[in-house]
């Protein structure tokens, strides 16, 4: 699921070539802050849910699976300049 986020975040800054790469920096990391941000709100406001540090691994581990594909399709120039 973090990595399809990651993904359809990035998709729009295709277009803009000059700041790609702090805004696939900026969409990783705003990623990651919801996972913990989700992890946080499971232990204090849900009754059967509890807060675990290795969904907050799978969750980083799939937002870098997801950063990783963005740079594929922008070395294929898959998404290059193509209006959605």
Known sequence: MFSLLVVLWCIPFFKHQMKQ???????????IMYGITMEFVQKYFTADRSFDLTDIAADIIGAICGLGFVRILKRKKLLKNKPL
């Open 21 to 31: 790469k702090k805004a696939f920096i900026a969409v990783f990391l705003l990623t």
